[in-house]
């Protein structure tokens, strides 16, 4: 069965750093989306992905945040400067035609900020 | 703004025996989905189960069974027959219909043991 891919599945960065986490969705699936969970937290909508950009994004998707689809096959979520406070679980969905049919999760990076 | 409420954070039943997780949620929608995903130790998110609001009819996935009752904005989750392998976090969500991106709002989560 087709999954959606995410790299690395642990990434450790320093404070201030810039991280890239990768996600490579199912291949003919449509609409790409990003979610982080703080730990012992609930899953939070970051973004979403349509048709080459941003279809929807939540509050905390602010200026530190970008998210770029480089080559066609690839989905990546940037973050800029990063903090303390961006230590989380992110995780990759993917979705083949909208209305939630349903969405298809990766496994997740595990985002560590020293 | 949408709002998912799981009221129960952990329960705990014997092997074999039938569980039930509770969801309530709000919105003004009228044209909605919802789910519940589990997420075992390994902490992936795995759908369980997935409900269109028109449908009034409930969904069942093998052992796992939804109770949904639109006008009391409920969404329970039954499992039967539990098993060790059903140890996990349970997550109810929502997501809006129309054919857009948007995100699903996720609940706190409840947190299931299955004892031997």
């Known amino acids: 069965e087709p999954e959606v891919t995410q790299t690395p599945s642990h990434q450790v960065t320093q404070m201030g750093q810039e991280v890239i986490l990768r996600c490579v969705p199912i291949?003919?699936?449509?609409?790409f989306y990003w979610y982080r969970q703080i730990l012992g937290q609930k899953v939070e909508f970051l973004v979403s992905?349509?048709?080459?950009?941003?279809?929807?994004k939540s509050e905390i998707f602010d200026d530190q945040f970008s998210v770029e689809r480089p080559d066609g096959s690839n989905f990546t979520l940037k973050i800029r400067s990063t903090k303390l406070e961006d230590s989380a679980m992110y995780f990759c969905?993917?979705?083949?035609?909208?209305?939630?049919?349903?969405?298809?999760f990766g496994d997740g990076t595990r985002l560590s900020i020293l | 703004a949408q709002t998912v409420t799981q009221s129960q954070p952990e329960m705990s039943v014997q092997e074999a025996e039938t569980v039930t997780l509770s969801c309530t949620y709000d919105?003004?929608?009228?044209?909605?989905?919802l789910f519940w995903y589990k997420q075992p130790p390994s902490r992936q998110m795995i759908l369980v189960i997935r409900?269109?609001?028109?449908?009034?009819q409930n969904a069942t996935e093998n052992r796992f069974s939804v109770n949904f009752q639109k006008a009391a904005k409920s969404f329970s989750l039954k499992i039967s027959d539990s098993q060790l392998g059903d140890t996990a976090m349970y997550f109810c969500?929502?997501?809006?219909?129309?054919?857009?991106?948007?995100?699903?709002?996720f609940g706190k989560g409840t947190h299931l043991i299955i004892q031997p």
């Open positions: 969905a993917s979705e083949s035609r909208g209305s939630h049919q349903p969405q298809h």
């Open positions: 291949s003919n699936h449509l609409y």
């Open positions: 992905f349509y048709n080459n950009e941003i279809s929807e």
């Open positions: 919105t003004s929608e009228n044209n909605y989905y």
């Open positions: 409900q269109e609001a028109y449908k009034q």
């Open positions: 969500a929502f997501g809006l219909g129309g054919g857009g991106a948007d995100g699903l709002t």
